[in-house]
């Protein structure tokens, strides 16, 4: 038979998401959530003091397994323990300050691209960024947890080209605050070309029949989206990347003779840019410099804005140092900083190497990738423009 009375060790309660506490009017409504849970006392804990004691701290480990992960592994309770106090917005400082936030493209009754574009945003946040979410006419079309927040997206095909639409951005920060931004626009053909960069290799090389190259390209597209990177030997269609990194490790295995790699970025409008280095098998070329050539492999370019205090990785494939490779830096450069901030400083060592890198002011800051001779003459290799809000 069903129970007839209610259970007095469940409660069904609203509470607070970030704290997990009771819901109050002091936190915000939007971390607000209802749920089961468990009221977990001994049996008379007013009689068995001590009793009681063993159980609140039995209950009290258990409930840091529950939270500690979204399965709640490590736990055998089967509820989280009610809570008993209410939420005080003064246990998470900084939470009462709202996010901002504007859309900067495309503006209320512009144009944007077709079948893809890329929304710009600028945002302020006390905290940092949970979720951003963004929806053309109400169907969700993308949404980002990090950086970047305004990577290209592509309309679904449910959303006609013609006619009037709304693009809406919600902002959900780490102590769930919520802000929405919405602006009404059209769509028109992509007609920009996309940009591409062959980096390795970045000029041209002279190499053995038979050789293996590494073949690298950096392309985006500042309005649509990178529909792939095809990479040719004069004509022949050697291999098509559809997601970053753009990379191709390939032996050649033609005759003595002169030709043309040409790698080929094409958006999801077909439109189509190219960038080529020419190939000397046989003698008298230049040497092959894919290997001697330093390469910036992250951040892309395509990443240009950040958050104070968002972590990154700054990737680089360092190449064997000396002669002209006397000493390779990676620098961060800024209107906030005296001076540059050196990330990486090398004499000696070859290979990929990562350092991570957070501002933690709002600036415009600038990556440089550089090396210097024994006379002290730099060589800039790689620079990334960067944003942080």
């Excluded at 600036?363 to 730099?378: F, K, M, N, P, W």
């Amino acid at each position: 038979n069903a129970p007839t009375q209610m259970d007095p060790g469940c409660k069904v309660l609203t509470v607070d998401k970030l704290t997990h506490l009771l819901a109050s009017e002091k936190c915000p409504k939007e971390a607000e959530e209802e749920g089961s849970f468990l009221v977990a006392h001994s049996i008379l804990p007013d009689r068995w003091p001590l009793w009681e004691e063993g159980v609140q701290t039995w209950i009290a480990e258990q409930m840091e397994k529950w939270y500690a992960n979204e399965t709640h592994s490590g736990a055998i309770i089967p509820l989280p323990i009610a809570p008993e106090e209410e939420c005080d917005p003064a246990l998470t400082p900084g939470r009462l300050e709202r996010p901002e936030l504007e859309i900067t493209y495309p503006k209320e009754g512009g144009i944007a691209a077709y079948p893809a574009f890329r929304p710009k945003i600028n945002f302020k946040v006390g905290s940092s960024v949970r979720k951003i979410i963004y929806k053309v006419d109400g169907k969700e079309v993308a949404s980002f947890i990090q950086a970047p927040f305004d990577s290209a997206m592509r309309v679904p095909r449910s959303v006609a080209k013609s006619g009037l639409h709304t693009l809406s951005v919600t902002l959900v920060d780490e102590y769930f605050n919520e802000v929405t931004k919405a602006v009404s626009f059209r769509f028109d053909e992509d007609k920009s070309d996309p940009i591409i960069r062959l980096l390795k290799p970045s000029r041209d090389i002279s190499i053995k029949s038979g050789e293996e190259i590494t073949m690298l390209a950096e392309a985006n597209d500042p309005d649509g989206a990178i529909k792939y990177v095809q990479y040719y030997l004069n004509d022949t269609l050697l291999s098509t990347k559809p997601n970053e990194p753009y990379e191709l490790i390939y032996s050649i295995g033609l005759p003595d003779g002169v030709y043309t790699l040409r790698a080929v970025a094409e958006d999801l409008a077909k439109n189509k840019a190219e960038d080529s280095v020419q190939i000397t098998i046989g003698a008298g070329g230049p040497v092959n410099p894919s290997s001697v050539e330093p390469v910036m492999l992250e951040p892309p370019e395509s990443l240009v804005s950040l958050i104070v205090n968002e972590v990154i990785d700054i990737r680089v494939d360092v190449p064997p140092l000396g002669g002209d490779l006397y000493q390779l830096r990676i620098l961060i450069a800024s209107d906030v900083l005296t001076e540059d901030e050196v990330l990486l400083d090398l004499k000696e060592g070859e290979g990929i190497y990562v350092r991570p890198w957070k501002a933690q002011r709002p600036a415009t800051y600038v990556i440089r990738l550089v090396t210097e001779d024994r006379s002290g003459t730099e060589v800039e290799w790689a620079r990334r423009r960067i944003e942080v809000q």
